[in-house]
């Protein structure tokens, strides 16, 4: 409500022109400049609105005798919005400093009504728009002026020079253009003249002389153009001359040589020619002297050892020539001096090292000789060397030994020389060096694992040398790094793992060496990384997947013929399945009818999967299935599954031992088309010696129950393994249960299996409550049909080696199919380690012979196995019983029972009354003798299928034997 009637109030005509000091409007004003602002900081609260008087506010200062505000300071409150008509108010002001807020819009020129205005400080805001011509018309008292670093544009209006007080006009940093007006050398007072980093154009006229008072003239960054004022020595007390990056040419005025208060003198970034006059020796409070990058010719003069201050000289990038003047060594106070890109000659002098420099650049000349020995010695090396820059010459010999000695050094670059050698070991020593740089020199060697000492390095640059050796190990100290630069070396083994632990590295390149071994898989920890280039090399395996490495090209990998993956466009074993068509017909020794031999075509991935599911604790692997055509990184393969129609067989594993190898034996094995297989943890079905097992279901709506071998570090060849299965393929009966194919990679092997629903003999036997157990006609059934079974597999000349109750599947119809057969034959040797570990579980089902290594293992262990079976299946006890402090052996039990006289008490429980004791006992007596110590003991399977024939129907079986 106020702020309204004030801004009413404000919009009346300025009648009250009072000098009644109780009746001033610098509350009213202030108070309205501070409505029209946003004070994030809250710095403007003291400014009330209720205080008579406001000299008591923040950045306010009265003056004393007439209380009105005389300067307004606001420097830094972060303080934006306008600078509004309010201040307009305050008719006394002397100094107005807005400085370093964010105060837009644009300048009001209305400002100039303030005769009493000394100070106006705008610079570093957002002002913009142009400075108007009639800020300057009643300047009367102004005598310091900043817009800098704002966003003007325009002209520097003429006005500006009838502001004869002005001390300081600091334009610097906007975006003025045009000419410098005409009349600004007339402004007589004026000591500090800024208007670098703008626009401004056209040439520097004369007269600057008549600013006797100048101390300070910059006009750096603009486009002037033409030569330097011929007058400008006459400004005598100049300190700071500025005509850096202007288009400016010609050669050094000789009036310059009258500036001897100079100290600075900033001429780089021009097209000035000429030789540096020999004058130049006369500055002789010159500390920085800066004629870099123009066309400076002929020698650096002598006389520059006469500027005793000088701090900084820089003079590279021109066409210098002749040889460093040894006369530098007087600059007693010199600690910078760049020399560089010039065509200086001569040996690469040793007051490099003994000066007490601080940064050395004398790179892309034509330097030789060999670098001095930078040593501690008293009177030599004074320390606090930091950059040293001793690149592209002509420079020979080796690096001294003792480099390590500058202990300050943060960039040592000495590339494109001719230093031959290896590297010193103290390079170790340099602990504060960020940037080492030896490429492209002829050093031999390998790379000091010392390296490792120098902890602050970010680049390390090796490139194009003759290093050889392996990558240190030690270089995994450098934890600072963002480039490691080796290429074109001689570098062998592999790349240390130790890398992947510099988690700050952008930019690797290994390429063109000779270096193997594999990637280590964390470096797709690494996530800054812009580039790894490890092309042309001998690396081999996996390239790593995830992170950066998913997005790098192909020209940084190549090269490496036994690299893998997407990337370079080959399949890892095991890793990166990718589907495949395959004619099992096409193998010689495959028998079975053609019209099952169909193309199968599986997606690997679902396999995979499969394979992957034993480690997922929880949830779900989705598989997708033969959608494979939209993944880019399957493309390769989805080409050559729609080219190899027909009899093709040009995508064969043999030729490319990287595809996994699906075979099927009989029946289609597509799994349900285009859809999704779900494969969760409850589909694994059973978990044995061999691996674990899951149901799946193929596209005719047959399940499968795909095993994953957990021996596959164990197995043989591909040939052998194949050899193995397609044995096992050709089995088949009734009560075996069938393999229907196999898949096999290097890293994983999955048997594809005939499904059986009703789950494990072991479930059947002691799953069952007492009411739905096991029936006895059940159990001979199963007895009978294992036997016939194993009898099968022996006439097959196949043995079992892991008979037990957990491998013995029932059917729907109680029909008993036995598994897992054959499988131990798959380990490279019948280790009975091994073989004895593996099936721990079998404990109670493993024939003596396995312990006696003198005792050839035959059939004869699978029937020990059966005969163990059947008195598990008649008493429903497992064959080792774990009691309280007591352990059963099931069949010892059985013996004593039986030379007891109370056989038919072990019959299971459950059975009680319900069965017919002429069958049972002899089965036991059976089994008892098929689990004789002694292997020969045991009958054959096939005499073993006869006698359960005739325990079964003893009339039949007389008659038949009659
Ligand atoms: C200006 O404003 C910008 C963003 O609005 C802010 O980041 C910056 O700190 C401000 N500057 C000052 C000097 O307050
Ligand atoms: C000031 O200008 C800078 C540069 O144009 C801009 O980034 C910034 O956001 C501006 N601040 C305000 C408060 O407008
Ligand atoms: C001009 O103002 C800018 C910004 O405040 C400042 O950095 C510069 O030093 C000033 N120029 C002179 C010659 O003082
Ligand atoms: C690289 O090393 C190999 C074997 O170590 C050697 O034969 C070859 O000459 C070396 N090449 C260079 C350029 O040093």
């Known amino acids: 409500m106020l702020l309204n009637l004030l801004f009413l109030l404000l919009l009346l005509p300025f009648y009250v022109q009072s000098s009644d000091p109780t009746f001033n409007d610098d509350v009213l004003g202030l108070i309205v400049f501070k409505a029209g602002l946003e004070d994030p900081k809250d710095k403007l609260t003291s400014w009330n609105e209720d205080d008579d008087s406001p000299c008591n506010w923040v950045g306010i200062k009265c003056d004393p005798e007439s209380n009105r505000v005389v300067q307004l300071t606001l420097d830094g409150f972060s303080l934006s919005g306008r600078i509004n008509r309010g201040l307009l108010r305050l008719q006394f002001l002397q100094v107005l400093a ?5 105060f837009t819009g644009t300048i009001n020129p209305d400002l100039a009504r303030f005769w009493s ?59 003025l253009s045009g000419n410098l007006p005409s009349g600004i050398w007339f402004l007589r007072s004026l000591q500090t003249f ?7 154009e056209g040439e520097i006229l004369g007269g600057v002389a008549n600013l006797y008072d100048l101390r300070a003239i910059k006009l750096g960054r603009n486009r002037f153009s033409g030569q330097l004022p011929e007058d400008i020595g006459g400004c005598s007390l100049l300190k700071v001359i500025d005509f850096s990056e202007n288009s400016l040419s010609g050669s050094l005025p000789d009036s310059l040589q009258r500036l001897n208060s100079c100290a600075s003198l900033s001429l780089q970034g021009n097209s000035f020619t000429g030789e540096v006059p020999d004058w130049i020796g006369k500055l002789k409070n010159l500390e920085s002297l800066d004629l870099s990058a123009n066309k400076f010719s002929g020698r650096i003069p002598f006389s520059i050892g006469n500027l005793q201050s000088l701090k900084e000289l820089n003079v590279s990038m021109n066409q210098f020539s002749g040889g460093l003047p040894e006369s530098i060594t007087s600059c007693v106070n010199l600690l910078v001096i760049d020399v560089s890109k010039n065509r200086l000659t001569g040996n690469l002098p040793p007051w490099i090292f003994k000066m007490g420099l601080q940064s050395v650049s004398l790179s892309g000349n034509r330097l030789s000789g060999s670098i001095p020995h930078p040593s501690l010695k008293e009177g030599s090396y004074q320390g606090g060397l930091e950059v040293l820059d001793l690149s592209s010459n002509a420079l020979f010999g080796e690096i001294p030994s ?13 590339s494109r020389n001719h230093l031959f050698g290896s ?31 120098a902890v602050s390095l970010k680049e390390l ?16 100290n450098c934890s600072s790094l963002t480039s490691l630069i080796l290429f074109q070396n001689n570098l062998t083994g592999s790349v240390p793992s130790g890398i992947a632990n510099l988690s700050k590295l952008q930019y690797v390149d290994l390429s063109l060496n000779h270096l193997s071994g594999s990637l280590p898989k964390e470096l797709t920890n690494l996530s800054h990384l812009v580039s790894f280039n490890i092309s042309h090399n001998h690396l081999q395996g996996e390239l790593p997947v995830g992170g950066f490495f998913n997005t790098i090209a192909f020209s940084s990998v190549n090269g490496n013929p036994s690299l893998c993956g997407s990337v370079v ?21 495959s028998n079975g009818s053609p019209n099952h031999h169909r193309k199968i075509v599986l997606s690997i991935s679902a396999l995979i999967a499969i394979g992957a599911a034993a480690f997922i604790a929880i949830g779900v692997v989705a598989i997708t299935v033969l959608n494979i055509r939209v993944r880019t990184s399957m493309s390769r393969a989805a080409a050559a599954l729609a080219l190899s129609g027909g009899e093709d067989y040009s995508c064969s594993p043999s030729k490319d031992p990287n595809y996994g190898k699906l075979v099927m034996f009989s029946g289609d094995a597509e799994f349900v088309a285009g859809s999704e297989a779900l494969l969760n943890k409850d589909c694994e079905i059973g978990r044995g010696g061999f691996g674990v ?21 164990l197995i043989k060849s591909q040939e052998d393994f194949e050899r193995e299965m397609k044995k096992l393929g050709k089995i088949r009966h009734d009560n075996l249960v069938a393999l229907e194919g196999y898949y096999w990679t290097p890293s994983l092997q999955l048997l594809i299996c005939e499904y059986v629903s009703d789950g494990s003999l072991y479930k059947h036997l002691y799953d069952g409550t007492s009411r739905n157990c096991v029936s006895w006609r059940q159990r001979f059934n199963i007895i009978l049909g294992m036997a016939k079974g194993l009898a099968h597999l022996h006439r097959m000349d196949m043995i079992h080696y892991n008979l037990k109750s957990t491998n013995v599947l029932i059917d729907s119809s109680g029909e008993p199919k036995i598994g897992d057969f054959g499988l131990a034959r798959l380990l490279p040797t019948l280790d009975r380690c091994i073989l004895s570990s593996k099936i721990q579980s079998a404990l109670g089902y493993m024939a003596p012979e396995f312990a006696c290594r003198t005792v050839k293992i035959t059939e004869k262990c699978d029937v020990y196995g059966f005969g163990i079976l059947v008195l598990e299946v008649v008493t429903g006890k497992r064959p080792v019983e774990y009691m309280e402090d007591d352990v059963v052996v099931l069949c010892d039990m059985v013996r004593g029972a039986l030379e007891d006289g109370r056989v038919e008490d072990c019959v299971d429980g459950r059975l009680r009354g319900n069965f017919p004791a002429d069958e049972a006992i002899p089965v036991i007596k059976l089994g008892l003798i098929c689990a004789s110590q002694v292997p020969s003991n045991r009958p054959d399977m096939e005499e073993v299928v006869n006698i359960l024939e005739l325990i079964q129907c003893p009339l039949e079986g007389q008659e038949e034997l009659v």
Request: charged residues 15%.
């Open 423 to 453: 590297i010193p070991v103290s390079v170790g020593e340099l602990k504060s060096t960020h940037v080492l740089d030896l490429s492209e020199n002829w050093l031999n060697g390998s790379i000091p694992s010392a390296i490792g000492g």
């Open 569 to 589: 466009n080959r399949s890892c074993p095991g890793v990166h399945p990718k589907p495949i068509v395959l004619n099992p017909n096409s193998s010689n020794s």
């Open 194 to 200: 800024d208007l670098s980093n703008n626009s401004l």
């Open 461 to 476: 640059r090796l490139e194009k040398n003759f290093l050889s050796g392996k990558i240190p190990a030690q270089i995994e």
């Open 98 to 102: 807005l400085s370093r807020n964010n």
């Open 693 to 713: 097992v899951y149901r799946t279901i193929l596209q005719d709506g047959r399940s499968v129950a795909i095993k994953k071998l957990s021996v596959s570090g």
């Open 402 to 414: 003792s480099i390590g000695a500058l202990s300050s050094l943060m960039v040592l670059n000495m």
């Open 117 to 175: 205005l000394q100070v106006i400080d705008f610079s570093e805001n957002n002002l913009s728009g142009s400075i108007p011509d009639d800020l300057f018309r009643q300047c009367g008292s102004l005598r310091v002026i900043s817009f800098a670093h704002n966003l003007l544009t325009g002209q520097i209006p003429d006005s500006l020079s009838y502001c004869s007080s002005l001390v300081s006009v600091n334009f610097s940093s906007n975006q």
